[in-house]
Structures are given as C-alpha cells and as structure tokens.
T-cell receptor, first 113, second 113 residues
Framework: AQSVTQLGSHVSVSEGALVLLRCNYSSSVPPYLFWYVQYPNQGLQLLLKYTSAATLVKGINGFEAEFKKSETSFHLTKPSAHMSDAAEYFCAVAPYNNNDMRFGAGTRLTVKP | EAGVTQFPSHSVIEKGQTVTLRCDPISGHDNLYWYRRVMGKEIKFLLHFVKESKQDESGMPNNRFLAERTGGTYSTLKVQPAELEDSGVYFC???????????FGQGTRLTVV
C-alpha cells in the first residue's frame, strides 16, 4: 500500500527565498512519485515525476525534487521563489498506474513581496 | 488541443437533491479517472474507466454515487441524493495509457447545504 505525508499545510516564503515543500512517502513497492501544482481556478498540473531513472528530478518553472530512499522523502525545492509560485502543491505516490495514485493533503505556498 | 474540461465549475445544491458532474477528457484518451477532495483533505481516487468500462471503482464512497461513460467519451458522475459530507472538489483526469501522465481538469466545487 502507498501513502504520502506532506509536512506543513501552509508555507510562507519571501520572494527570492528558497522554497522547500516536504513530502514523505510509504510504499510497499518501488514507487512512482509526483508533484502537482494547482493554481487558483485551474486544474492540477504536473510539476515533475520520479520514475527511478534519476534521483534528482527537474520539473517545470525551476522546481526540482530529490528522491531519497533512505529517508523515504521526495521534497520539492526551488532556489528562488517568485510571486507566481503562489499555489497549492500536492505530492502523490503510485505503484505505476494512475488509478492507485495516493495524494498528500496539499501544501499551500504563499509568496510575500 | 483542449485539455480536460469539467462542468460545472461550481454547484450549490440542497441536501437531498441530485447533481450531475460532467467530464470531457482529452480526445483519444481511453483512461478516465475521478478523484475527490473533501474539506481540504487529501485528494482521493474514486474510480477509473477504460473506454466505457469501469476498470476500478473501489474508491466510490457509497451507492449514492453513479459514474457513467457511455460511448467511451465524456463521463458523468451523479450524486443522488446528495448529503452534506459530499461537499468538496471533484477532479477528473485522463490519460492515454494507464501508466502515462494523467492530465487533470480544473475540478468541480460541489457545495451541499
């Protein structure tokens, strides 16, 4: 069985500061891991995904995430926050197929000027 | 190319009434998924269609929920009768294959009063 825990339902950073959104997973099989973003009034958009090809995954909009098996983590980072990054971010885990995708509760990112 | 579209974007109904949500997947995507996010909690899987067939409906909460995908194109999710706890955001997603990227719609926000 798979599950995801996102630490912190709300994260606030200043513009230009490091963004770090935490995600820990539990999986009985080698996982596929995802980060999705939801901007206001829009659908979920895939930021990046890990499929075992490389532990450091680069996504869109300057985001990246590192898969750490020893820590069962898949934290999302961005070196410098931009106002347009304000959104809700979801971590998800799946064995390989979409219909068993398990999402975290989401982290709302606020970027202060 | 149009993405996944969902109708309506918002719906407010009274307890006991019926509501039908619609999802139009990306053209050519055989796989269609419904998810639900209740009260700011995690997004949970409801069911998965492959063309017109229900591949997995293990996430459907109870028999007040009925999903259909006649002809394997658009899908509807009917809630009858609606209860207060059905309030939340209902997401639809589609993918070309079961293990390829799922594209999400913007969601339908359902409020039962």
């Amino acid at each position: 069985a798979q599950s995801v825990t996102q630490l912190g339902s709300h994260v606030s950073v200043s513009e230009g500061a490091l963004v770090l959104l935490r995600c820990n997973y539990s999986s009985s099989v080698p996982p596929y891991l995802f980060w999705y973003v939801q901007y206001p009034n829009q659908g979920l958009q895939l930021l990046l995904k890990y499929t075992s090809a490389a532990t450091l995954v680069k996504g869109i909009n300057g985001f990246e995430a590192e898969f750490k098996k020893s820590e069962t983590s898949f934290h999302l980072t961005k070196p410098s926050a931009h106002m347009s990054d304000a959104a809700e971010y979801f971590c998800a885990v799946a064995p390989y197929n979409n219909n068993d995708m398990r999402f975290g509760a989401g982290t709302r990112l606020t970027v202060k000027p | 190319e149009a993405g996944v579209t969902q109708f309506p974007s918002h719906s407010v109904i009274e307890k006991g009434q019926t509501v039908t949500l619609r999802c139009d997947p990306i053209s050519g995507h055989d796989n269609l998924y419904w998810y639900r996010r209740v009260m700011g909690k995690e997004i949970k899987f409801l069911l998965h269609f492959v063309k017109e067939s229900k591949q997995d409906e293990s996430g459907m909460p109870n028999n007040r929920f009925l999903a259909e995908r006649t002809g394997g194109t658009y899908s509807t999710l009917k809630v009858q009768p609606a209860e207060l706890e059905d309030s939340g955001v209902y997401f639809c997603a589609s993918s070309l294959q079961e293990n390829t990227e799922a594209f999400f719609g913007q969601g339908t926000r359902l409020t039962v009063v």
